[in-house]
Nanobody, 120 residues
Framework: QVQVAESGGGLVEAGGSLRLSCAASGSIARINRMGWYRQAPGQERELVAVISSGCITNYEDSVKGRFTISRDNAKNTVYLQMNSLKSEDAAIYYC??????????????WGQGIQVTVSS
């Protein structure tokens, strides 16, 4: 069993910054891919950023240069530093973790979602 907990969302003015965190706990041997998705009202969920076990990162075009994804393997945690926030960044953000459990199974785990609101 793997538990995922997100934190760090909230309300910020346009141009401001927020840092999202996503921590996993439970029967974890290691975490491979870690990513952040977002879903705005009336829109499909989209990939924002992803980081591999080797720390290779990839970003959605609109956030390149503004968002940074990072990970702390010792804490089973992934972060998303969001700078220069725009109104179009407002959404519910979800972390997604590909976890290898202690018994060798590969599981995909989602966070519960955390609201990011950007005021203009």
């Amino acid at each position: 069993q793997v538990q995922v907990a997100e934190s760090g969302g909230g309300l910020v003015e346009a141009g401001g910054s927020l840092r999202l965190s996503c921590a996993a706990s439970g029967s974890i041997a290691r975490i491979n891919r870690m990513g952040w998705y977002r879903q705005a009202p009336g829109q499909e969920r989209e990939l924002v950023a992803v980081i591999s076990s080797g720390c290779i990162t990839n970003y959605e075009d609109s956030v390149k240069g503004r968002f940074t994804i990072s990970r702390d393997n010792a804490k089973n945690t992934v972060y998303l530093q969001m700078n220069s926030l725009k109104s179009e960044d407002a959404a519910i953000y979800y972390c997604n973790l590909v976890v290898i459990t202690n018994w060798g199974a590969s599981t995909t785990n989602w966070g519960q979602g955390i609201q990011v609101t950007v005021s203009s």
